[in-house]
């Protein structure tokens, strides 16, 4: 088994630019995200942050500009093949399933012993806290449950890279406050490094180490959230990040 607490990976955006037809979707991004780091994107519906995202995980192709992890560009290698785990806001669990199988799915695809299979699996409801759920169903487990399954299911393989859509916004306030923690805690243990899309700055603001402020398809400003509450540098990020959703 991997080392847990292995670093993760780099990923660095320069001069990016992606448009659907003749709309501008991403202009003009540069970010550098380092190795091990928890980015949140944080901007309005809209503004580009699950395209942007894509991009990293190479679901997307950017129309000029390089996307590189850990130096190399991403797109020699197809999405199925690099070392990232992915969240959706919506978990997108297969329902026939059981809790153990939908976690397995992505180690399907790497040569592993059904033992080794079964260790890590264990390993991943250990440490979303559900243990003894594994012969269950995704429609007998709580929203909060079957979004807690879908981290399992991406930190499974240890990624370097941990991507995440909204994953807490279909949960309640009180899920959401607790999910935040566990998300945090699990970016410590797991190493990985992740790229967190949300567009509830209070959230943005507790679980980042730095937050790239995203507007109509360009990163406003990037900083720590100390800074981008000190010193706005748009009036954008200002009332923005003073808005309460
Ligand atoms: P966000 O995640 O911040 O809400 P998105 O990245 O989903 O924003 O979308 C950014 C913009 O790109 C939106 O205006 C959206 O309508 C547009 N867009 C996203 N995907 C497509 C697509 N496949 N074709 C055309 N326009 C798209
Ligand atoms: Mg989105």
Redesign the pocket.
Known sequence: MQDLAQRGASIDLDGVHLS?GD?A?LRDIDLRIKGGEFMTLL?P???????LLNLMGGFARANAGEVRVNGAQIDHLPPNRRDMGMVYQNYALFPHMTIADNIAYPLKRRKMSKSDRAALVRAALAMVDLHGFADRRPSQLSGGQQQRVAVARAIVFRPQILLMDEPLGALDKRLRDEMQSELRQLHEEVGSTVVFVTHDQEEAMVMSDRIAVMNGGRVEQVGTPHELYSRPRTTFVATFLGEST
């Not at 519906?45 to 395209?51: A, E, L, P, Y």
């Open positions: 659907y709309t979707v901007g519906s809209g503004s580009g942050k699950s395209t």
